[in-house]
């Protein structure tokens, strides 16, 4: 038994193992492209919500002038601050592709991790207290209910009584 | 016939608000007939529904191009095939949609639960009249599809006409997947109602949360289903007609419809909770309200301009009869629960952390995590606009960021939480069961490395992928050994049979493979690369493995469009694989264009191939290539899911008792390695 277990770890092992070979790692040379690495910082302004580098469905006049100054700005020396300032001053805030990391933009930025930690604690909360809790029926403080066990045992024969699945 | 349809309508309208208001009358009164027959108005009220929208296909087919509507969607040469679609192609039209797919459900309740449960349903039909009231109102009286096209006439006054030819549906969406996807995605959220209306029901009935529950399960994994296949489908089309390259873009309009689905999906987790050990039936009715709340938010989002998207129905004030109709709603989830909360009550109590229901906890706080984060990111730029005046864009890099890490989590928790027990797993158990999927995952892991895979959230998805499949497949295992010890069977016959018994468990076990399998695919997306060039007759391009080798670029006419095509043959190592054909539609109604790329998929990658138009400078044609690895096993992924859902609605063949009668006794098997957590979950489920 052991060895049918050995063997279908192997097999399952083998089939993953081989899950990336099949996958052709990206060219470094393409990575460090300049202009896609600075374009995926900016969205396509004709309204597609695309990153910039990603836009270009039929019938978008918006991007290839917009790479166009990307590129004609790289080829000046331009810095990644000039850029983002050129597009800035051209489109307003609404170019960023991802909200930037100062002023309000912060918010969005740290509210995710806020919901995570917030979720967190609460959870841990309730695991503690219902560790707590003796017994299912006890008395428990402030959500004790109004109703009285006898009335909702007779809501739930009631509720048995007028359903069926 | 728009007379008829027009007619029709109105009529829903009054059955619809007669079965709101009878309804609560029989509620109050509990007169039979009075309920009978605000029953017998619901069913009227979908029927009525169901002869509008046919009437508007009619329209359609018949090309009458004296309906505004008709005009604006549809022309002479459009085929058949998308006269059917050019229904929910435009604003008016899907609403009318919605309130056909929503008739379907509220028929199917109305009349399978006809004879049933005869003190919730008049609750259940009142909720459900009350959201039709609300689709009908937007139908008749705010984007009715039946108005005639009207000009203004020489006196000021409008003067009604007729064209002689439509405008024509819109080029992005002359593709199959138009069909099938928003009929699949609007039933997702339609659906989303049915689950919605047994909730308040119950509460508002004061039923003990238990009971709605069971009523309520299969329509929402049915919504479910078709929220999966609806988000899938939508993610395909995007790749095969926008032509960047991806699936998914992070849109507005996308992330609505992920909204609803992450909550539900929350949601079919939580109630095993509810059914197994009776608790958080509070959390479940709220995220029952949460999922049906964010399908009305996803569709004032589509159709109100509030965001930008390339998807959305143009800008319109329906923007605020959504918000209304999403404040009542708030406003009466929120009195009834206040005001039955006590019903509600769960006898929750835990004996250890390391436990089934600490695991659905934390899967739900992470589905929760992520739909707020989303949420937020989506509304981002408009609230920022309000405070500080800019509008700040957040992109598909902000939503990667934060909800890579996130849906990681959640993998890894699909892999652990089938298989913790109930209440308490110990240490022993925790070794047993994730030992060996554990260690498969690091050496599948460390191989990858070894080998280049070195992007960190794909090498981080690989071995949770190997991690959480081998966990899958050792459940399917033990069973199917159990089950070929007593009956001798092949051990593919034994998993079949096994699955049979408790279609449930197993169909859940399938739908979690069915997400490895996205999560695989969606992994490739770190090593995605393209090329773009100019090409002349002749000339090759190189991306990958492949050579493309432009052959000739033609012009084919067509009914409805001329489409300008290229020809390429794909080489790979010097031999012809096959011939692409890459093409842009040029459609004579509009100065828009279309375009069709050509797809070489495969397992390992896509060679996803799009004509990019001429060169403005050379007015060479211009090919941009891309090779996207794995994408394949992202629509296979979806098969898979809904295949195990499927599974999942099936009733299960006979009453589990996988040791009861076995041969051994009970602890000789478990001396053979048959943990008692499985004994335990299958004797109880």
């Known amino acids: 038994m052991n060895r049918i277990r ?15 070979l099949l996958t052709t790692p990206i060219d470094a040379q393409q990575l460090s492209d300049r202009a ?28 290839a002038g917009m790479l166009k100054e990307l590129n004609q700005s790289l080829d000046r020396g331009g810095s990644e601050d000039a850029i983002t300032q050129m597009f800035v001053q051209e489109f307003g805030t609404k170019v960023y592709a991802e909200p930037p990391k100062s002023g309000f933009s912060l918010v969005a930025w740290a509210m995710p991790s806020v919901y995570l930690v917030f979720g967190t604690v609460l959870v841990v909360f309730v695991i503690s207290r219902w560790r707590k809790r003796p017994t299912p029926t006890a008395p428990s403080g402030v959500n004790t209910p109004q109703v009285s066990p006898d009335l909702l045992e007779r809501a739930r024969a009631q509720a048995a009584r007028e359903t069926e699945d | 016939m728009d007379v008829f349809g027009s007619f029709a309508l109105v009529l829903a309208f009054i059955c619809a608000v007669y079965a709101f208001v009878g309804g609560i009358a029989a509620i109050l009164t509990r007169h039979p007939l009075l309920i009978k027959s605000t029953r017998q108005a619901g069913i009227a009220t979908c029927c009525l529904i169901f002869l509008a929208t046919l009437s508007l296909e009619y329209l359609f087919f018949s090309d009458n191009f004296s309906v505004a509507y008709v005009v604006a969607h549809s022309n002479r040469d459009l085929s058949s095939f998308y006269k059917i679609a050019a229904l929910w192609s435009g604003q008016e039209g899907s609403l009318l949609f919605w309130s056909c797919l929503l008739a379907v459900y509220v028929f199917s309740v109305l009349i399978a639960y006809r004879n049933k449960n005869g003190e919730l349903m008049p609750y259940v039909g009142v909720v459900m009249a009350g959201v039709q009231i609300f689709f009908l109102t937007l139908n008749n009286f705010v984007a009715s599809p039946f108005k005639a096209l009207a000009v203004p006439g ?18 992005l969406l002359q593709y199959p997947e138009m069909v099938i996807h928003p009929p699949n995605l609007y039933s997702g959220y339609t659906g989303f109602t049915i689950p919605f209306a047994f909730a308040l029901g119950a509460l508002l009935a004061r039923y003990p949360g238990e009971k709605w529950i069971h009523l309520t399960r299969k329509w929402t994994m049915i919504a479910w289903m078709f929220q999966s296949m609806g988000i899938l489908l939508g993610a395909h089309w995007a790749y095969a007609v926008l032509g960047w390259g991806g699936y998914w873009g992070w849109d507005p309009v996308e992330n609505a419809s992920l909204l609803p689905w992450l909550t539900g999906t929350a949601f079919l987790h939580s109630v095993m909770m509810q059914e197994k050990r009776g608790m958080m039936k509070v959390w479940n009715v709220w995220l029952v309200f949460c999922t049906f709340l964010l399908c009305i938010l996803g569709t004032m989002l589509t159709r109100s301009g509030v965001v930008s998207s390339v998807h959305a129905f143009a800008q319109s004030s329906i923007g605020t009869w959504f918000l209304g109709f999403l404040g009542i709603i708030i406003v009466v989830c929120l009195g009834a629960y206040l005001k039955n909360r006590d019903y509600l009550k769960s006898e929750n109590q835990l004996d250890s952390v390391v436990s089934r229901e600490s695991s659905f906890l934390f899967n739900n706080l992470l589905f929760l995590v992520a739909c707020i984060a989303i949420l937020s990111g989506t509304l981002f730029p408009v609230f920022s606009e309000w405070i500080t005046g800019d509008r700040i864009s957040v992109g598909a890099p902000f939503f990667n960021k934060v909800n890579i890490p996130i849906g990681l989590l959640l993998l890894f928790l699909t892999g652990v939480g089938p298989l913790l027990a109930w209440r308490k797993t110990s240490g022993e158990s925790l070794k047993r069961n994730f030992g060996w999927p554990l260690m498969i995952g690091l ?23 190997v991690f959480v499949a081998s966990t899958i497949g050792m459940e399917f295992f033990r069973g199917a050994k159990v089950i070929r010890a007593r009956g001798g069977a092949s051990l593919v016959a034994s998993a079949i049979d096994l699955t049979m018994r408790n279609t449930r468990r197993y169909g859940g076990y399938i739908v979690h493979m069915g997400m490895v399998l996205v999560f695989i695919g969606l992994s490739g997306a770190a090593f995605n690369r393209d090329v773009q060039k100019e090409m002349q007759l002749g000339q090759t391009m190189q991306i990958g493995p492949y050579s493309l080798l432009l052959q000739a670029v033609d012009t084919k006419p067509e009914k409805n469009y001329t489409a300008e095509r290229m020809i390429v043959e794909v080489l790979q190592n010097n031999k012809q694989i096959m011939m692409l054909y890459p093409e842009k539609r040029r459609f004579a109604t509009t100065t828009e264009n279309g375009t069709m790329v050509a797809i070489y998929s495969t397992l390992k990658e896509d060679l996803y191939v799009v004509y990019a138009g001429q060169s403005p400078d050379t007015q060479l044609p211009v090919i941009h290539a891309f090779l996207n690895p794995l994408v394949k096993w992202i629509w296979f992924g979806g098969v898979v899911v809904v295949f ?12 589990v008792l996988v040791l009861a009668g076995a041969p051994q006794p009970a602890s000789q098997q478990l001396a053979h390695g048959l943990t008692p957590t499985v004994t335990m979950r299958g004797n109880r489920e």
């Open chain 1, 6 to 20: 050995r063997l279908a770890g192997i097999a399952v092992l083998a089939v993953f193992a081989i899950l990336p």
């Open chain 1, 36 to 63: 896609k690495q600075i374009g995926g910082k900016f969205m396509c302004m004709c309204g597609c919500s695309q990153v910039l580098t990603q836009c270009n469905h039929v019938g978008c006049t918006t991007s």
């Open chain 2, 154 to 171: 020489a006196n000021g006054a409008m003067d009604l006409v007729a064209r002689a030819d439509g405008n024509g549906l819109t080029p």
């Open chain 2, 443 to 465: 050496v599948a892991g460390a191989v990858a490395f070894a080998f280049g895979f070195r992007a960190f959230y794909s090498l981080v998805c690989l071995i949770l992928c």
């Open chain 2, 644 to 655: 195990g859902t499927l599974v999942a609605l099936l009733p299960n063949r006979r009453a």
